[in-house]
């Protein structure tokens, strides 16, 4: 069985000339959220098509220029020493995207997705500097039955509760989704695998 996760955020006015990368990434940083090893990101120059480098890179210098293109800005972090972390993608607009596919924590020895340790982690520092209006879970579970592949997905219940306001706000999502970062809007979907092995949104 293989299992995709992902946390996605919505902020209001968030997005200054700067970008909203270059507001929160420092914010996430000095919490103790750290470049991968590898330095894996998403290149000047790429159109949403996810593909995704390694190299040396500054993160202030990457931010600003991708944001100045009008681009997505996509970097991989891991919280501190655990080794835990994912692909964090920030969008050209309010909202930012988290695949939680470097060494996912699980609660105990199950295979159900800790997002409180997550959501401790990236929601509760960027209040300080962007204000939150949505934020939601989600987590699809893929697995064989009697030798065929069965697909099953389940929406994990948003853990804060977007008014209808932001609701109507979310047309960038659904749009990124068809735009093929490897999420559908329904159903099991087919998901983009990144040139490290770890995929946009998780499979493993």
């Given at each position: 069985m293989s299992i995709s996760a992902s946390i996605d955020m919505d902020f209001v006015d968030a997005a200054p000339a700067q970008?909203?990368?270059?507001?929160?990434?420092?914010?996430?940083?000095?919490?103790?959220?750290?470049?991968?090893?590898?330095?894996l990101y998403l290149p000047l120059g790429d159109k949403e098509d996810f593909d995704w480098r390694t190299g040396e890179m500054t993160v202030e210098s990457l931010a600003k220029q991708k944001a100045a293109a009008g681009e997505?800005?996509?970097?991989?972090?891991?919280?501190?020493?655990s080794g835990?972390?994912?692909?964090?993608?920030?969008?050209?607009?309010?909202t930012m995207f988290v695949s939680l596919c470097i060494h996912?924590?699980?609660i105990g020895s199950t295979n159900l997705v800790d997002f409180n340790w997550y959501a401790m982690r990236i929601l509760t520092p960027l209040p300080h500097v962007l204000k939150?209006?949505?934020?939601?879970?989600d987590v699809?579970?893929?697995?064989?039955?009697?030798?065929?592949?069965?697909?099953?997905?389940?929406?994990?219940?948003?853990v804060?509760?977007?008014?209808?306001?932001?609701?109507?706000?979310?047309?960038?999502?659904?749009?990124?989704?068809?735009?093929?970062?490897?999420?559908?809007?329904?159903?099991?979907?087919?998901?983009?695998?990144?040139?490290?092995?770890h995929?946009?949104?998780?499979?493993e």
């Open positions: 970008g909203l990368a270059w507001v929160a990434l420092p914010v996430l940083i000095d919490a103790g959220w750290r470049l991968e090893p590898a330095q997505w800005v996509g970097v991989s972090l891991v919280w501190e020493e835990i972390g994912g692909n964090f993608v920030f969008e050209a607009g309010n996912r924590r699980s939150v209006s949505s934020y939601r879970c699809v579970y893929r697995f064989s039955t009697s030798g065929a592949r069965h697909d099953a997905i389940h929406r994990g219940r948003s804060g509760r977007a008014t209808p306001k932001a609701v109507a706000q979310r047309g960038p999502r659904k749009r990124a989704r068809r735009r093929g970062t490897g999420r559908s809007e329904r159903g099991p979907q087919a998901h983009t695998r990144c040139s490290c092995g995929g946009i949104w998780g499979v």
